[in-house]
């Protein structure tokens, strides 16, 4: 197949003007070139595009792939990851992870936290706060977690991200209003183990591929898997390979993740996030349809590394499992939706 690759270049964005805080969830041409050299080694022609942008010219200029691999993440608007997913629904084309509507609701922090718990699934009972007058009448036990309602990547959650007092409460809701321009996400604090649970496939073809439980060491961060954690994980973070057939913990945690994942219908790969609360129950803090897949540093190839599956054959899984859409709809009639020719 010959298939595109659409990604946002973190150093494009930083020649922009933009900071190493913003450009976070967008990828380095390492990761890129890893992509592009384990779609070739599966048989496949990959073929560089890059960011929204320039997939519209492209498809304006009449460029077609059977698939696209994306790992674009937008820049702009909650629904920034859906964006690249939208547009190749436009022109018929399938492509990697999910659909627009699962892109732009797991980003949205709230709205992904009423279906799962329409679903039954557990998640902290939570606010999300558009103005600090939000906080009046706050039925939510202390001590809570405060983070921007649509980031990834822990932007916005640093150490002062567990609140104890009201005080403390609308400072750090103030701060982070201002900063990224989006609600606040208020939830209760789990004080237990926090996981990272990899999936892969769709539908009843989805499956657990492994867990790695975050252990912060000496000198991280305290309370949360934060954004300077995460930058600076190799000093600070132990990822730490954990199995289901030997801690009950760890089995209730996958069986919840995988739950949420076919519930909300995500597609081919991804993560979950969970932590554990006061009575021992794992709870679903993120999902993430569209992890980072840096063969090194993103947590999804490390739980496949963690469990024996080389990247490239991460990626094939990846791209078998988007592979059954290639050809299930009908070709677009792009002529009958092109204008008519006024010349005579």
């Not at 792939?65 to 939208?86: C, K, M, S, T, Y």
């Not at 939000?134 to 640093?158: C, H, Q, S, V």
């Not at 499992?321 to 299930?328: E, I, L, N, Q």
Request: charge should be negative.
């Amino acid at each position: 197949m010959r298939v595109g690759l659409t990604y946002d270049l973190r150093d494009d964005y930083l020649a922009m003007g933009y900071s190493e805080e913003e450009t976070a969830e967008f990828d380095r041409i390492s990761t890129v070139e890893a992509l592009e050299t384990a779609v070739e080694q599966c048989g496949h022609r990959p073929e560089r595009i890059g960011h929204a942008r320039e997939l519209m010219r492209r498809l304006v200029a009449g460029d077609r792939w059977d698939l696209v691999f994306n790992i674009a993440e937008g820049l702009r608007g909650i629904g920034r990851e859906a964006q690249v997913p939208a547009i190749l629904d436009v022109y018929g084309i399938p492509y990697t992870f999910s659909d627009p509507l699962v892109m732009a609701l797991t980003l949205h922090k709230g709205m992904t936290k009423r279906a799962l718990r329409d679903g039954g699934l557990p998640t902290p009972e939570f606010v999300e706060v558009r103005d600090p007058r939000d906080l009046e009448g706050l039925n939510l036990a202390y001590p809570l977690f405060a983070k921007p309602l649509a980031e990834g990547t822990g932007k916005g959650i640093d150490g002062n991200s567990v609140i104890t007092d009201p005080a403390q409460l609308e400072e750090r809701c103030r701060d982070l209003l201002d900063r990224f321009h989006q609600p606040v996400l208020v939830e209760t604090y789990l004080p237990g183990r926090e996981f990272t649970v990899g999936i892969l496939g769709t539908g009843p073809r989805a499956e657990v591929l492994g867990t790695l439980e975050i252990i912060l060491l000496q000198g991280a961060e305290g309370g949360a898997y934060s954004y300077t954690n995460k930058e600076f994980c190799e000093e600070l973070v132990e990822y730490r390979p954990v199995r289901s057939d030997n801690d009950p913990l760890v089995r209730q945690a996958e069986e919840t993740a995988l739950a949420a994942w076919r519930l909300l219908e995500c597609r081919d790969g991804g993560r979950l996030d969970l932590r554990v609360d006061a009575h021992g129950v794992p709870h679903l803090i993120e999902l993430n349809p569209l992890a980072g897949l840096h063969p090194e540093h993103s947590d999804l190839p490390m739980i496949a590394t963690a469990v024996g599956l080389p990247y490239v054959d991460l990626i094939r899984r990846i791209l078998d499992s988007a592979a059954t859409r290639v050809g299930a709809e009908p070709p677009l009639r792009e002529d009958i939706c092109r204008e008519p020719d006024p010349r005579p």
